[in-house]
Nanobody, 123 residues
């Protein structure tokens, strides 16, 4: 069983920065991808950024490229999302996720979500 606990959300003015953290209790395997997703009111949950544990490669949504950075501290079993130049449209609940690279069975193959952390960008 894996628990993902997000922190770091809050209220920030446009142009400001926040750093979200996702602390994982339990194992993260080389077949896993750790991701940040967000869901704004009335909208579907969308991928923001993800990092592949096997080689630390990353993917970003076009809307956040150049502004957000995902990173991982393996010693702390924690994934971060550094968010700079925040815009009102970044307002959403941000969720941490662990998934396998592809559907599988066995260790590392279950999908887990955190409880979410609210990010509000407003003046």
């Amino acid at each position: 069983q894996v628990q993902l606990v997000e922190s770091g959300g809050g209220l920030v003015q446009p142009g400001g920065s926040l750093r979200l953290s996702c602390a994982a209790s339990g194992s993260i395997f080389s077949i896993n991808v750790m991701g940040w997703y967000r869901q704004a009111p009335g909208k579907q949950r969308e991928l923001v950024a993800e990092i592949f544990i096997s080689d630390s490669s990353t993917n970003y949504a076009d809307s956040v490229k150049g502004r957000f950075t995902i990173s991982r501290d393996s010693a702390k079993n924690t994934v971060y999302l550094q968010m700079n130049s925040l815009k009102p449209e970044d307002t959403a609940v941000y969720y941490c996720n662990r998934r396998p690279i592809r559907p599988c069975s066995g260790y590392g193959c279950s999908v887990y979500w955190g409880q979410g952390t609210q990010v509000t960008v407003s003046s």
